[in-house]
C-alpha cells in the first residue's frame, strides 16, 4: 500500500540510511548488508560505537529467530514462570534473551552428547531447543558479515553497569520509534508514534510482577496478540532524549507523554534560552 511505501521510507530516513536525495546513504548501505530489520540493523552498527558488539549480537539473533519460549501445557504454567524467572534481568527482557543464550551455550558444554543434553535442558526449562539452536546460526552469521565488512566485535562484559548502559544506547539508536509509556500505573501503555494502548506480552519477565516501568523500548506491536508489545525493555526519558533525533522528536503528535520529554529537554538545558534572548 502507498501508505506502507511511504511510512517505510519515513523510517529509513529517521535512521539516517537515506541521503537528500533519497538514495540509500553510505551509512544505508552498510545497513542493508544485514539481513535483519533496519532498526537491527543499526542497533548493531551503534553497539560498535558503544563497545557491546558481542551483546547486541546475541540480542538480534534471539529476537529474529523463533520465539524460544513454549507454551507450558494445562496445570504447569507456575512451573514454567518459575524456571523463566531464574533467567530475569532487572534491565529488561532484552537482557533476559541474553541470559536465555548464555545459559544455553553452557549447558550445551557442560553436556557430554550436545545433542540429547541441550534437548533435555530445554525441556526442563520450557524453551524451544529448535529455536535456540536457529539463534546459535543466526549469530554466527551475523559475526561472518561483521568480519567480511571489516566492523569491530568488542569483547563481552555483559553484568557490567556501563555495559548495560551501552546495550540500552545502542538499542535506542535502532528503536527510538518503538518507546510506549504507562499512562496510568497499571501496564496500559500508549506508544509515542501513534494513539495505540498496548498491554505486556505475556511472556515478557515484567508480566504479572508488582514492578511495571513507566517508559520501555520494545521489539514488536502486535494487534493479533491482544494488542501486546513483544520484548520490552526499560528506559528513562532522559536518555531518550539523548539518543533520539531532533527531527523525528519534533514531528510526533502531541500527547502528555511528549510534554513530559518537552519538560527532560528544558531540564537538560535550562539556561540555553535565557542566552538566546542575551543575544
Not at 43 to 50: D, G, K, N, Q, V
Not at 256 to 268: A, P, R, T
Request: charged share 20%.
Amino acid at each position: 500500500a502507498p501508505e506502507s511505501l511511504m511510512q517505510a521510507l519515513e523510517d529509513l530516513d529517521y535512521l539516517a540510511a537515506l541521503d537528500n536525495d533519497g538514495n540509500l546513504s553510505e551509512f544505508g548501505i552498510i545497513m542493508s548488508e544485514f539481513p535483519l530489520d533496519p532498526q537491527l540493523s543499526k542497533s548493531i552498527l551503534a553497539s560498535c560505537e558503544f563497545e557491546c558488539v558481542d551483546e547486541m549480537l546475541t540480542i538480534a539473533a534471539m529476537v529474529t529467530a523463533p520465539n524460544c519460549f513454549l507454551h507450558a501445557p494445562p496445570g504447569t504454567e507456575e512451573i514454567a514462570l518459575t524456571c523463566w524467572r531464574k533467567f530475569s534481568h532487572p534491565a529488561g527482557d532484552h537482557f533476559t534473551l541474553i541470559n536465555i543464550f548464555n545459559a544455553f551455550k553452557e549447558a550445551s558444554t557442560n553436556s557430554a552428547s550436545q545433542y540429547y543434553g541441550n534437548e533435555k535442558w530445554c525441556r526442563d526449562y520450557f524453551l524451544s531447543c529448535s529455536a535456540l539452536r536457529m539463534a546459535e546460526n543466526i549469530r554466527a552469521e551475523l559475526v561472518e558479515i561483521m568480519k567480511r565488512i571489516e566492523l569491530p566485535i568488542s569483547e563481552p562484559d555483559f553484568g557490567s553497569k556501563e555495559n548495560i548502559l551501552s546495550i540500552k544506547k545502542s538499542l535506542l539508536s535502532g528503536y527510538f520509534m518503538h518507546i510506549a509509556r504507562d499512562v496510568d500505573g497499571s501496564g496500559n501503555y500508549l506508544m509515542l508514534t501513534h494513539r495505540q494502548v498496548a498491554q505486556l506480552h505475556p511472556f515478557s519477565s515484567y508480566y504479572n510482577t508488582r514492578r511495571i516501568p513507566e517508559w520501555v523500548l520494545f521489539h514488536e506491536f502486535s494487534v493479533s496478540e491482544d494488542n501486546s508489545i513483544r520484548v520490552i525493555s526499560e528506559i528513562s526519558p532522559d536518555l531518550f532524549m539523548e539518543l533520539v533525533p531532533q527531527y523525528y522528536f519534533s514531528n510526533l503528535p502531541p500527547s502528555e507523554s511528549k510534554d513530559i520529554l518537552q519538560e527532560v529537554i528544558n531540564h537538560l538545558s535550562p539556561v540555553s534560552a535565557p542566552k538566546e534572548e542575551q543575544k
